[in-house]
């Protein structure tokens, strides 16, 4: 896989003879991302499971979130693969809304699910990733394992940090979230690894309409917080994502 040949260091001049035709390839990753998703309007970016079994709760709660966020008029970008990525691009093709998928070269997955309308494929992690901030409004996270704990916490950081705009992070399931919550309030915080006031950035709800309730208000605060048109940067033109 491109990403392991990249990161596995396999002795001095490696660069010198290989790595400068590896940045070539990274940059049309990042040509590509830019040029398919330059127009595709506001979005949310959906993460979840590729391990959640369709007709599982889990599942359902994904083909609810990407029909509501649909009727909302958002777009739905997911990581196109199985499982809760599936279920979040069924339901935004149900509701009649663009449906997304960010695919990624693994080898234990088969490429975009059949319900992604506009598919990337990337062989670099980091290019996807960048997709995933760059062009939504906000992110609804499904339970899910290491991968959607990785985009949960980029999220988090990226926010906390400053380096993207206040953007709404809205955990589903309460039931499945609470213990990660409950263990970051009484260790991390209790240690001083983490303020207060880092778990504000996220909300824990069961109920997808009110997930993308919060979404849709949150977006709507960040981007028009003197009640001018939702969305738009001085002069008229729509603020892009950082």
Partial sequence: MSDQTLLDTKGPGQF???D???????QSEFVEGF???ADLGPAVSVFGSARTQPGSLNYELGVEVGRKLAEAGLAVITGGGPGSMEAANKGAVQG???SVGLGIELPFEQGLNQWVDLGINFRYFFARKT????YAQGFIVLPGGLGTLDELFEAMVLVQTGKVTSFPIVLIGTAFWSPMLEWIQTTLVAEGMVAEQDLDLVQVVDDPALAVE???EGAARHHNP???NPGAAPGGETAPNA
């Fill in 16 to 18: 010198v003879h290989t």
């Fill in 20 to 26: 400068p035709w590896r940045v070539l390839r990274i």
């Fill in 35 to 37: 040029g398919a998703l």
């Fill in 96 to 98: 009649n809304g663009v």
């Fill in 131 to 134: 997709m995933f901030v760059k």
């Fill in 214 to 216: 919060l979404i849709v």
């Fill in 226 to 228: 003197s009640g001018n």
